[in-house]
């Protein structure tokens, strides 16, 4: 239920995952689910959306309007006009949102300008890379409006190099690989596509092939439009949505959110299945549950973390999508027989 707290309406949608995956293109949502969502919300329309990184603390001034809360991390603000910078919170430049139908589109360029801001706070401190979660946002964001045509794409394309070159200037091979990983996640089901072959091939060439990091990330964008235009051609033309194999579609979903907190049901829904069906199909094409499997790609991605970056250890539970660093603790030494630490140290 919303809570009202001061002059501002706070809207818990932690637990409702329609907005979240619209917003990082993992579904769409319709005009009139959106009309139905900010039916009561205190909040008139045309108004303006502002994204806040609020780190697990409340902000220390609340306008009126409403506070959303679609995941960890950000808070989203909807109010009637622009608000002034609040000290020692990072927020960025006020959005316009003319309407309901507008509020995926909105909230998507305020994280865009959060972390434009968030880039140049970072310029004073080049020693403090930006988080983890800033690079899984971008790359949600970027593939959702590369594959949609979407005017600012390639602007946040480029805003995530800026981000995953931060992250990963320390190691040519792990930037490579994230690179491929951003590849691998825009193209997914376009390989039937006239030319994809080809042009994937030569991004793949050129990450592999080039040693300067400002040519490779130049280069790679430039490949990237390329490539996104054939997946439009792909997600067009594709009459069946749900083809191609139950298991596989389902082992794809999890590759590409297993940073975030899924469940069975979650992906069901991402496969067009019920729950129990998936779960009998999945565990008779592959032995395991999909939990399980699950786990076992978090672990893989983790120890690969451990080995090719200095992270801190609670930032590699973060990015493989373990809700806290006990989780990943308990669940690590149960699997690999070491605690992360020790892993880490004895390689």
Known sequence: ?????????????????????????????????????????????????????????????????????????????????????????????????????????????????????ELLALGDRPATPPSPETDRQLV????????????????????????????????????????????????????????YSQAYELAVRHVYGTFVISELLAGFAAHVMAVAGLCRSSLATRVDP??????????????????????????????GVTAPHLARQFRAATGQTIGQALMDLRLREARILLIDTDWPIRAVAADCGFGSQEHFHRSFKRELGMPPGAYRAAR
């Open 140 to 195: 949600a964001l970027a593939v959702a409006q590369l594959r949609a045509a979407h005017p600012a794409g390639g602007d946040t394309l480029e805003l995530w190099l800026k981000v995953a070159h931060a992250l990963y200037n320390r190691s040519l091979n792990l930037l490579r690989r994230r690179l491929i990983e951003f590849l691998s996640t825009l193209t997914d089901d376009s390989a039937e596509v006239p030319g």
């Open 242 to 271: 749900g083809s191609g194999g139950l298991v596989e579609r389902a082992q794809a979903y999890i590759a590409a959110t297993y940073r975030q907190p899924i469940q069975l049901q979650h992906v069901a829904q991402a496969v």
């Open 1 to 117: 239920m919303p809570k009202i707290g001061y002059t501002m309406m706070d809207i818990d949608l932690l637990s409702d995952r329609s907005l979240y995956d619209a917003i990082y293109g993992h579904a769409r949502v319709s005009p009139e689910s959106l009309q139905e969502l900010v039916r009561d919300w205190p909040i008139a329309f045309p108004c303006v959306v502002i994204a806040i990184q609020h780190g697990g603390r409340p902000a220390p001034v609340r306008p009126a309007g409403v506070s959303l809360f679609v995941h960890p991390g950000l808070i989203y603000w909807l109010v009637p006009e622009p608000q002034a910078p609040l000290d020692g919170v990072l927020m960025g430049e006020p959005q316009p949102c003319p309407a309901p139908d507008d509020l995926v589109d909105s909230i998507q360029h305020a994280i865009i300008s959060m972390r434009r801001q």
